[in-house]
């Protein structure tokens, strides 16, 4: 039938026109910008053009109203929706062998919130800041990132596995509002001859395009180790395509583009030095200190918890436990957490598995209180993962550190 639509909502149509009329580009908390809409065709543009960006905004999101934008930003930030990006038919300068490997670039961008806050990562306050100077404050304060504080273009966080590098760029993914690329090895390296080098173009291509941006590199050492290097030599192919790389960045650097590289190495001395000097702040992720461990063990194993309608309760000495784990990273300490949690769980496996009846009768679960006891018996079988490395990258940073 045909759509009708009361007076009230026709009122907050023509509010919403006007606002649309108001609107500055600045307006991407939305998932999509519509000033260029107005502005397209002159000066205002005409009255078909404004109502057309109402009607996507009305498609998008419900009637925008005047007063309520603070809250959909607000709810931008945790609506599972997919981030909307410019189409690619507009990705000009580009032949149709291009715009099929922009599409598949296009695939490792986030459009979906990650959803990891600064505060949900604990300590690391020295690597948060310092991310913060390099990435999210010349995108929110760009008036103060000129001439000689122009904003580094090049970001590389170093360290031991499980320290939360990852997690860093994930933060920075969340609360910058860029466009954010997740490359690995995967997404630029081809087995089709001259295409890896193309596809290292169309990525930093499509982050200018796409800008403000952030292109996240994990496991750096996978596509730029150092060339030359290897037994055998090194495949023409691969030479080819770190060439390609290094010359991009060095292009990011002499370009006021928004566009920022982050990277992230567990091996950082495998790194070819070309892109060292390129990747111009260098920040070790350790080890989590006494304090970050006992907050690790507090936040997974705190007095009470209740998931799934089952109830654990926990007697822990977390003062005593951050010390015994010194040297353990922070995916080690979940690991030690989850094996503690599961121990008054094993025992009642006999029990479950013995009952008859259906699963929907099944009895009351009532699991033993985790004690410190619990917690010391895993340490002793749980190892650490990396804490034979900590002297090498102490070593590293020692020689090649810049923050």
């Known amino acids: 039938g045909e759509t ?7 009122t907050d149509f023509w509010n919403a026109e006007n606002e649309v009329q108001s609107s500055t580009p600045e307006s991407t908390e939305f998932g ?16 078909m053009k404004k109502i ?10 419900g009637w925008y109203s005047p007063g309520t934008a603070s809250e959909a930003a607000s709810h931008s930030l945790s609506d599972p929706v997919e981030r909307l990006l410019k189409p690619l038919s507009a990705f000009s300068g580009m032949n149709s062998e291009m715009r099929e490997l922009a599409a598949v670039i296009s695939r490792d961008i986030y459009l979906h919130n990650p959803a990891v806050r600064w505060d949900n990562i604990i300590g690391l306050q020295a690597a948060k800041r310092l991310v913060k100077e390099a990435v999210v404050y010349p995108i929110k304060y760009p008036q103060l990132f000129t001439g000689i504080l122009s904003p580094w273009k090049g970001l590389l966080l170093y360290g031991p596995p499980g320290t939360g590098k990852t997690l860093l760029a994930k933060a920075v993914a969340t609360e910058c509002n860029t466009t954010f690329f997740n490359i690995s090895a995967s997404s630029i390296v081809s087995k089709w001859r001259g295409d890896s080098e193309k596809l290292v173009r169309v990525l930093f291509e499509l982050a200018r395009y796409h800008a403000p941006s952030t292109i996240f590199l994990d496991e750096l050492e996978s596509v730029m180790s150092q060339r030359g290097t290897g037994g055998g030599g090194e495949h023409e192919g691969s030479r080819r395509m770190k060439t390609e790389l290094l010359v991009q960045m060095d292009g990011l650097a002499r370009s006021d583009d928004l566009v920022f590289v982050l990277a992230a190495s567990n091996l950082p001395w495998e790194l070819d030095h070309a892109m060292l000097r390129r990747l111009e702040k260098r920040i070790l992720v350790g080890l989590p200190s006494g304090p970050a461990r006992e907050a690790m063990i507090s936040h997974w194993l705190p007095p009470f918890s209740c998931t799934g309608g089952v109830e654990l309760r926990t007697e822990l000495a977390y003062d005593t436990l951050a010390q015994k784990t010194e040297g353990y990273s922070g995916s080690d300490i979940r690991l030690v957490c989850k ?37 010391l018996e895993v340490i002793a079988h749980t190892k650490p993962s990396a804490r034979n490395l900590t002297d090498k990258y102490t070593a590293w940073e020692t020689e090649y550190e810049s923050v």
């Open 52 to 61: 057309f960006a109402v009607l996507i905004i009305k498609f998008f999101g």
């Open 339 to 375: 094996e503690a949690a599961m121990r008054p769980v094993r025992k009642i496996f006999d029990a479950l598995e013995n009952h008859k009846d259906d699963s929907f009768n099944m009895p009351a679960i009532h699991l033993e209180t985790v004690t410190t006891d619990d917690f």
């Open 4 to 10: 009708s639509y009361n007076k009230n909502e026709m």
């Open 32 to 47: 999509l910008n519509v000033s260029p809409i107005i502005r397209n065709g002159g000066e205002g543009g005409g009255p």
